[in-house]
């Protein structure tokens, strides 16, 4: 009767690999089927899930929004309990979202992310139990479609592959706060129903040569803030590096260095609230972006990418109420903070150590421009400990309000506090109260378009408090909520990627009314005899400043915005704050 036994679990066993390779070969990849050479297009990529999807109960495919390319987005989930209604799921699971495809031709995760949910449904890979995995398969679906073989011009493959521009030339991985285009609007969709607990970001690195095939780059931790950013830091990082290892895969920090060598020691790369990984991270969610080496062999790349994302699902396993009750902090610890901090620098005094694997580099006689050139030798490679840059210190703060209160009239902006699930209400009847108001004191203007903008930024503000009239229908947004740090990042006109610096609020800063100075003289005459102090200070700065006492018209200028003429738009942000009360 044993025997019997032993025989009947060796027919199952055999039988079981059998469906196995069999369901293996038969979800089979173009990426697979190319000898590891291409990367599937956007059709073949929707088609593959589809295929799985019905073949698999574990996962499901859903179409959510629009993108610039007239198509929808697709959100693919894996969950071995077959819910996909994410507001039926255990909220005691741990939720992972990869993005792929941002930059359609760093395609590493787009095919890495189809073999992993292929082979999770076929259990040639263990099923987390406490791990929920979705994926956006391809995120800049215009750039997928623009395919060609040449436009990357630094990268060792695949074949062929998709532009890093969107259907309307947007690179999507600076959209994420401006929100210009569909795809931005929709991914915020998608983040916000998802909530995830990590979030992975797939791309291929520019930069300098060194050793590595993967190098990640994780949100910059100090500005994460609280307990979650030192889990990431302290716990998170290591234990994926460590993993990693253990499979024989090096990993080290982005490079972050352009035409330099990477010896000399390098910095974390700050992600502001523009890229995903600072979006994400506005919501207290663990945010990486995994950057595989442009000049190793794709096949290398697509699979340290598929590695890598299994061994963050089995550290989401692992560390998955550990993740999740550090972010409940995280929205605790803001919830009760005083100041915000809106400006970041490097922290001098404080650096870590990398072990780090690169290639030796001279600098030599360019053949094509006759000047120095950086050359990397690849029989020489080195093992170096190098310093490496990762604290960031905050270098100016705001005292958080109670609330914000905007102008009915700003409709897009309310239309994205909407799209972020930003909570706020009505005000019901005309009022007058007391609130604090900027004015803009100091800006500076990129000369170049970015992204179809011309950036501001070094913007300072002066602020007045005061009794002011706000009318039924404005707006009133109170701090106290879930994305507190994004009403503060859109709203606090300093903050890097306010939507001031992206242009929101440019009507303010064209003054509307001026003067004809014949005019204005006689005005300008009445003033000085009736105000005193006015007089006093009008003569002091003609004596003390000699291009101004030289300047008729800067005079009558100044004179003129001293004056009840002056427009109070101009130069004055048309956001409220409502003082915190003692």
């Known amino acids: 009767m044993r025997k019997l036994l032993i025989f009947l679990l060796a027919i199952l066993y055999i039988s079981c690999e059998t469906i196995t390779n069999e369901n293996t070969k038969e979800f089979s990849t173009p990426y697979e ?40 987005l697709h959100l693919v ?24 495809g941002i930059h359609p031709g760093e395609s590493d995760g787009i095919d890495a992310t189809m073999l992993l949910y292929r082979d999770l449904a076929t259990k ?3 099923s987390p139990k406490n791990t929920i995995i979705t994926t956006i398969p391809i995120y800049n679906i215009g750039g997928a ?23 309307l030339n947007y690179d999507l991985n600076r959209d994420f706060i401006k929100s210009d285009t569909k795809n931005a609007k929709t991914f915020a969709q998608i983040f916000h129903l998802v909530q995830p607990d990590i979030f992975i970001d797939n791309h291929v690195s520019n930069g ?19 307990e979650l950013g030192t889990y990431l830091h302290k716990q998170f990082m290591p234990k994926l590096e460590k993993k990693l290892s253990e499979n024989n895969w090096d990993i080290t920090p982005y490079v972050n260095v352009f035409n330099q060598v990477p010896e000399n020691g390098f910095s974390q790369f700050i992600d502001h609230p523009r890229y995903s990984t600072g979006y994400t991270s506005l919501w207290n969610s663990l945010g990486m972006m995994v950057e595989t080496h442009m000049l190793k062999p794709y096949n290398k790349r697509v699979e340290g990418t598929y590695i890598l994302l299994k061994d963050a699902i089995h550290l989401a396993e692992e560390d998955g109420a550990k993740i999740k009750a550090s972010r409940e902090k995280s929205n605790h610890y803001f919830s009760q903070l005083e100041h915000y901090p809106i400006a970041w620098k490097i922290d001098t005094l ?24 950086l050359k990397y030798d690849r029989s020489k490679p080195f093992t170096k400990e190098i310093t490496y840059q990762n604290y960031y210190e905050a270098t ?38 007391i609130l604090e108001r900027y004015r803009i004191k100091n800006y500076s203007t990129s000369k170049s378009p970015y992204e179809g903008h011309y950036l501001h930024y070094n913007t300072s503000v002066s602020k007045t408090k005061k009794e002011t009239l706000v009318f039924k229908g404005d707006i009133r947004i109170p701090t106290n909520q879930k994305g507190i740090r994004y009403i503060l990042e859109t709203l606090e006109p300093a903050c890097v990627d306010s939507f001031f610096n992206w242009n929101y609020f440019d009507t303010i800063l064209q003054q509307k009314e001026g003067f004809s100075p014949y005019v204005f003289e006689d005005t300008a005459i009445e003033m000085l005899q009736k105000d005193s102090v006015l007089r006093k200070a009008f003569y002091s700065k003609k004596i003390i400043d000699s291009s101004f006492s030289k300047n008729w018209y800067a005079q009558l200028d100044w004179l003129y915005k001293k004056s009840k003429h002056y427009e109070d738009a101009y130069l004055n942000y048309p956001i409220y704050r409502v003082p915190k009360t003692d």
């Open 350 to 373: 404080k650096s870590s150590t990398l072990n780090f694997k690169g290639f030796k580099a001279d600098t030599i006689t360019s053949e094509v421009t006759g000047l120095p050139r």
């Open 124 to 126: 040639k890979i263990a």
């Open 396 to 433: 100016d703060s705001i005292p958080i309000p109670e609330a914000y209160i905007i102008k009915k009239e700003w409709t897009k902006i309310l239309s994205l506090l909407d799209l972020n699930n930003i909570t706020y209400s009505t005000i019901e009847k005309d009022s007058v109260i």
């Open 77 to 100: 989930t894996y969950n071995p309990d077959g819910e996909f209604n994410f507001n039926k799921l255990d909220k005691e699971k741990t939720t992972l979202l990869i993005n792929n």
């Open 208 to 226: 300098a040569d060194y050793q590595y095939t993967l190098t990640h780059l994780f949100t910059q931790h100090n500005k994460l803030g609280g």
């Open 33 to 72: 089927e190319s000898s590891y050479k291409e990367t599937a297009t956007y059709e073949q990529v929707i088609e593959f899930y589809l295929d799985l999807a019905k073949e698999f109960s574990e996962i499901n495919v859903q179409t959510i929004g629009k993108t610039d390319s007239g198509y929808p």
């Open 145 to 167: 479609l623009n395919r060609n073989t040449s436009s990357r011009a630094n990268q060792n493959g695949p074949k062929e592959y998709g532009f890093r521009g969107n259907a």
